[in-house]
């Protein structure tokens, strides 16, 4: 218990953290509106605008990387594709997610999956601290185990022996802080699902590549 509930109060201060600059923006747009001599409106309810879908596309994706999901049924792969997609827009990363790795790849992937698919991507954007390019592809192997490989490059890529430990199951409760508790989440997603993960790390390249068992 006391675990679980460290990993929320970690969580909710990475949140909290990442939702304030669009929420912030939003209202200092709103407070420019309010101010009298103001002749930049277009400007400020531009800002308004960007930083509000920023925020709600933010929300919409956390919803689905850390709220409750159902233990059966499927994940509408183009839907969750839209919105990662939407989620890096305008961000320094870019997103490459074809459609050919969604619904048409004819491969199923749980809402649990998909959930860790999220996690992923956010374990992926937070090594890419400068930026950079992170791409999905979805499929299955000769025996039909589903492969899921996110690989993300970029300049000044960020890896340390501490996420290396999270993925081995190395890390105690004590060590746990905000900035490692996205990989330590992930890494429980990914043990749930009874799925591997292994991680190839190079100069400027972060390769992450997800399998579960048929059946």
Known sequence: MIEELKIAELLCTRLCHDLTGPIGAV????????????????????????SAFSAVTRLQFYRMAYGRVKDHGEANLSEKQKLALDFFTGSKITLDWPDEFTDSAGVSISLRMARLIYNLLIVASSALIRGGAIAVRIGQDSQGNKQVIISATGAGLKWDEEMDKIFKGQLSLAELSARNVQTYLTKRYVDDLSATLSCRVGEEELILQLTQPAG
């Open 27 to 50: 209202n200092n747009g709103a407070e420019f509106l309010s101010e009298e001599g103001f002749n930049m409106q277009g400007q400020a309810v531009e800002l308004i605008v960007s």
